[in-house]
């Protein structure tokens, strides 16, 4: 393996790794830029779309190079892109090894997110707040705590299943609606649509319609699109979980509970 060709892989797989944990376009192609650039391979082109890569370098001479990478889409992870940020400025730096970084990156691709205790926890204190934030009584934020925190763990045991992102938005939306106007229809003295609200908030897409937005200023208008479509579809997604038991409750109650 040329020098070109392991310098470019490492660009590659970091840059890979920062996006699929939910890193900007841009973030990524200056990243891989910056990292052949730092070993002086200045005849490069590097192309990054949402879900992909596209890099070559020194193409002129026998050491000519190139790589494609398909990215899907994953759940985000801000605490490995901290990671990978870290080391292309020490790769750029010099003050590592490409051999060492490579191991290092081995390290920040397995980085653990948060166990589930802590998931279910934040999860029901977010929902909570915005419950209680979007006019909620106290009590609306209660149970719309403990609805959050039912929902991470049917998030946890539904992915499992490996469905599409479609459908656990739809069925995670139609859970939420189902244990809110349950609640309400044993007698709790709730708002079931403030729960409702604060309780969908954690499937709410903030940051891919975000980095759309960042994707449109920066010029990226495909990647922007990709991510903007992604958003809306997920929003789309939930607005029908919770319209589908809506409007049962209304067929079945005349809207009673709403």
């Not at 070109?4 to 920062?18: C, H, N, P, Q």
């Not at 990978?84 to 090894?97: D, Q, T």
């Not at 991470?152 to 859970?175: D, G, H, P, Q, W």
């Not at 991510?227 to 209304?250: E, K, N, S």
């Amino acid at each position: 393996m040329t020098d070109t060709k392991k310098i470019l892989s490492f660009a590659v797989e970091l840059g890979d790794i920062l996006l699929r944990n939910g890193a900007e376009v841009y973030r990524v192609e200056d990243s891989v830029l910056a990292i052949l650039n730092a070993y002086d391979i200045t005849d490069c082109d590097v192309y990054v779309l949402s879900n992909g890569i596209f890099a070559s370098a020194d193409e002129t001479t026998v050491n000519a190079s190139s790589m494609i990478r398909h990215v899907p889409m994953y759940p985000m992870h801000l605490g490995r892109i901290a990671a990978l940020n870290s080391l292309c400025r020490e790769v750029c730096a010099k003050n590592i090894s490409i051999d060492d970084a490579t191991k290092q990156l081995e390290k920040c691709k397995k980085l653990p997110g948060y166990n589930l205790p802590v998931m279910i926890l934040a999860t029901g204190i977010g929902c909570g707040g915005f419950a209680y934030l979007f006019g909620g009584t106290p009590l609306d934020g209660i149970m719309a705590t403990v609805v959050g925190c039912l929902l991470r763990v049917f998030l946890y045991f539904e992915a499992k299943m490996a469905n599409s992102k479609t459908v656990t938005n739809v069925l995670a939306s139609i859970f939420i609606a189902i244990l809110a106007f349950s609640m309400a229809g044993i007698g709790i003295p709730i708002h079931s649509d403030k729960i409702i609200i604060g309780s969908i908030m954690p499937l709410v897409p903030g940051i891919p319609l975000t980095n759309s937005i960042r994707d449109f200023i920066n010029g990226d208008y495909l990647s922007g699109s990709i991510r903007l479509i992604d958003a809306l579809l997920t929003a789309f997604c939930i607005a029908v979980g919770v319209g589908i038991v809506i409007t049962i409750v209304q067929i079945i109650g005349g809207g009673a509970l709403v």
